[in-house]
């Protein structure tokens, strides 16, 4: 029996709750694959899991992305094949040497793109997508604000964004990761100048979108930032969750719409995980979206990897290497 090991959370709390757990890597069972891990992809996500701010079962199997290739099939299971490089954002298990995933949530990765690559954009790439073509198809004409624009999600949605035409304005937590970010508003300003910012760059006509990932601390300022009738998309929570809010608030704002997407909802079957993938992929290879893994850690190093990412020391992705 192969041994593997696993990076697990037994209650919550800090980074520091993260400890390394070994394991016999099982065989897969009918409609799953199992892979022998090559990357991991950091997420926002993970911290909200080993923070107890999305229930999970304690002890807690940390992460959702991961790369590798197959290793095992169940019965059952086609179209896939042993040593294929596959990917999956699904939740649970993925800080692991060895890991069993459904094959309705595997995607192919093309042969041309990096198992770090892959891990570095699947979950972020594919929630760019949704942003950028579902929950607001944005298209020229528009106007976006995005905040974190340097960092993970960020970094593929402003690009996706600008190739639809909107114009984006992008804001970033200093002027060094403001000068990474392609397009004509790249912004650093603090949070409260930025309502004025905007107004001063919109002509005063303002937002007709704002992606928020970061959540209570920008939460207010979005809203300042939106036109009426504008749309709120707060799809994260780096600052921690939003207050519990009054609808009122939302018709003192202007009208204002507001959703709270996530990924799941997005690519809920196979054809719509395949369809998303092949979008993010192919912006990829033409060169649309340039991934930028901007540090790496060894996946036992995931506690340090969590406390980089939450004190926004960290620019693009972060990729874990078993």
Same mark, same amino acid.
């Given at each position: 029996m192969t041994t593997g090991y696993r990076m697990i959370a037994r209650t919550h709390g800090g980074p520091e709750?993260?400890?390394?757990?070994?394991?016999?890597? /099982?065989?897969?069972?009918?409609?799953?694959?199992?892979?022998?891990?090559?990357?991991?992809?950091l997420n926002f996500i993970d911290t909200y899991y080993r923070k107890g701010l999305y229930a999970d079962p304690l002890p807690i199997s940390l992460g959702s992305e991961s790369v590798g290739r197959i290793v095992a099939l169940g019965e059952g299971v086609s179209g896939f094949s042993i040593g294929e490089l596959v990917g999956t954002t699904h939740a649970g298990g993925a800080y692991a040497t060895?890991?069993?995933? =459904?094959?309705?949530?595997?995607?192919?990765?093309?042969?041309? %793109?990096?198992?770090?690559?892959?891990?570095?954009?699947?979950?972020?790439? #594919?929630?760019?997508?949704?942003?950028?073509?579902?929950?607001?198809? !944005?298209? @020229?004409?528009?106007?976006?604000?995005?905040?974190s624009a340097a960092g993970g999600v960020g970094s593929l949605?402003?690009?996706w964004l600008l190739d639809r035409g909107v114009t984006v304005i992008a804001h970033s937590g200093s002027a060094e990761k403001a000068a990474q970010v392609p397009g004509e508003h790249s912004l650093h300003c603090d949070f409260n100048d930025l309502p004025e910012a905007v107004r001063e760059i919109t002509g005063g006509e303002m937002c007709h979108v704002v992606?928020?990932?970061?959540?209570?601390? +920008?939460? +207010?300022?979005?809203?300042a930032s939106l036109r009426r009738r504008g749309l709120m998309v707060t799809y994260g929570n780096a600052s921690g969750p939003v207050p519990p809010l009054p609808p009122l608030d939302l018709m003192k704002a202007g009208s204002i719409y507001l959703t709270r997407p996530t990924l799941a909802d997005? %690519?809920?079957?196979?054809? *719509?995980? =395949?369809?998303? =993938? @092949? @979008?993010?992929?192919?912006?990829?290879? !033409?060169? %649309? #979206? @340039? /991934?930028?893994?901007? *540090?790496?850690?060894? #996946?036992? *190093?995931?506690?340090?990897?969590?406390?980089?990412?939450? +004190?926004?020391?960290?620019?693009? +992705?972060?990729?874990? %290497?078993?």
């Open positions: 709750v993260i400890e390394r757990e070994d394991f016999e890597v /099982p065989s897969p069972g009918p409609g799953e694959v199992l892979i022998e891990t090559e990357a991991v992809g060895h890991r069993l995933i =459904a094959a309705t949530k595997a995607m192919r990765i093309p042969e041309a %793109i990096a198992p770090e690559i892959a891990a570095a954009v699947m979950l972020k790439g #594919l929630t760019a997508c949704y942003l950028a073509e579902d929950t607001f198809p !944005a298209e @020229k004409g528009h106007v976006a604000l995005v905040h949605l402003v690009p992606y928020d990932g970061v959540g209570a601390a +920008s939460w +207010s300022v979005s809203l997005y %690519i809920a079957t196979p054809d *719509q995980l =395949a369809t998303n =993938a @092949k @979008k993010l992929f192919e912006r990829i290879a !033409a060169g %649309i #979206l @340039k /991934p930028h893994i901007g *540090q790496t850690f060894r #996946l036992e *190093q995931a506690a340090e990897a969590h406390r980089a990412l939450e +004190s926004r020391a960290t620019t693009g +992705s972060t990729v874990l %290497i078993p």
